[in-house]
């Protein structure tokens, strides 16, 4: 499987809704199968899921969906910004965000919040640099200004990156899938022990219906 976009179903509803490219364009690019997108366009599939932009999002541009749409044999090309980032020099390096985009941060906590709740605080507040205090306040929805806020997307707003932003969701989402796991254990324990009390109270009675 080639590589694809980031979101590839919230982008598949978003060429969709905003393009005229044909079902088998929209699959091979997203790494869907061509009946998926049918059943995005007839609203069948993916409900509720956000339209998420692929030109905002740095993964296509305007031109490349022009001329795809003009050549229905043509295939959409993923754009991959520069990612030659060395992490060990991110993490050394402190966050500085330009005082023009730190009234910016709200609103992006907002728009992760909303889209991206598995996020944790410090994840979210690692992306665009505030504090777990803020994020959470947002979350809770207690900030003093929650009412004037209009949600972001932070990668728009170049408060971080595109990769910085996928590693994070991929780790909450790991995150997720364990404690999932973990629940599914205990309940599986908590339910054994309860059979095994059941079965010890069964054996009692027994035994005094023939001491009786």
Known sequence: MSDGPFMPKATAVWLVQNTTLSFKQIA???NLHELEIKGIADGDVARGIKAYNPILAGQLTR???DECSKDGERSLKLFKKNEDV?????RKKTKYTPLSKRKDRPDSILWLVKNFSQLSDG???KLVGSTKGTVSLIRKRTYWNLSSLNPKDPVI?????QIQFEKAVEKAN???VRE???KEREAKALEKTKLEEVK?????????NEQE
């Open 63 to 65: 031109e490349e969906i």
């Open 123 to 125: 994840q979210i507040a």
């Open 157 to 161: 707003l170049s408060l971080c990156s």
């Open 200 to 208: 010890v109270e069964e054996t009692k009675v027994e035994e005094n």
């Open 180 to 182: 999932k796991k973990l």
């Open 174 to 176: 790991r995150r997720v």
């Open 86 to 90: 060395l992490v060990s020099q991110e």
């Open 28 to 30: 091979n690019f997203c």
